[in-house]
């Protein structure tokens, strides 16, 4: 394997799968298996949980809920996916372990930098909920401070389409996958979206490259955890 360690950020809408919204048991089951291949492959795996398939901050502040309240929600939200995450996976024989940055002790098991390096030594996926913790970030910046912290070679940006286009292939026949671009250019050219700024700018200030992939394409995971030129990557 290209990595010894990788941290996946998975949104909530991909983890809806065939549904609208919640959780699809199916799906996480699929990904537990293509995942357990990088485990075996010797690679540690970290992975980001999103909460958009339940609830998303920026959306529900407004009306009577603060901004504060409503990403709370949404920190919320990515609890419930980290928790059926790791429940599908150790189902199926794929060891793993749910730690989450808002303390919620009933029902998952607190992250600490020790406990997760700890589970990850032991063969573990370790699946983090929460965020950062805090409101005003998104659980992409979460990723890449979570990757750093955890001493990840790579963040695994998991989307929709199989790369970064130069502009959007839903609506233009002509759009054109870059293979490879450079954090100046994802952070300045305002027609890419696919993290946030924020992340980006915390990811390049660091040199923690990023590649942005389609992870429910069979054998994906493992090959761009292999080092294959897969998705786009910035650098």
């Not at 010894?4 to 809806?16: D, I, M, N, P, T």
């Not at 959306?59 to 809920?65: E, K, M, P, R, S």
């Not at 929600?73 to 990515?78: K, P, S, V």
């Not at 573990?124 to 070679?153: K, W």
Request: aromatic share 4%.
């Amino acid at each position: 394997m290209a990595y010894k360690r990788v941290l996946l950020k998975l949104s909530g809408e991909q983890l809806a799968g065939k549904f609208e919204s919640g959780i699809d048991a199916e799906l996480a089951t699929w990904l537990a298996r293509e995942i357990a291949q990088v485990v075996d492959g010797g690679t540690q795996v970290v992975i980001m949980v999103g909460g958009g398939n339940y609830a998303r901050g920026a959306q529900l502040a407004g009306h009577g809920i603060g901004r504060v309240t409503a990403d709370n929600i949404g920190m919320l939200a990515t609890m419930m996916n980290a928790l059926a995450l790791a429940d599908v996976f150790n189902s199926v024989g794929v060891k793993a372990r749910a730690l989450t940055n808002i303390k919620a002790d009933q029902v998952a098991d607190q992250f600490t930098h020790r406990r997760a390096i700890n589970d990850l030594g032991k063969g573990r996926v370790v699946i983090v909920a929460g965020g950062i913790g805090r409101p005003y970030l998104t659980t992409d910046t979460a990723a890449v401070s979570l990757a750093l912290e955890l001493d990840c070679e790579v963040v695994l940006k998991a989307t929709k389409v199989d790369g970064v286009y130069d502009k959007d292939p839903a609506k233009f026949k002509d759009a054109i996958k870059l293979e490879h671009m450079s954090f100046d250019e994802a952070v300045s050219n305002g027609a890419i979206a696919v993290m946030d700024k924020a992340a980006l700018g915390l990811a390049m200030e660091h040199g923690l490259q990023i590649v942005v992939f389609n992870a429910l394409s069979e054998q994906n995971i493992l090959n761009v955890a292999a080092g294959d030129a897969i998705g786009t990557k910035i650098s």
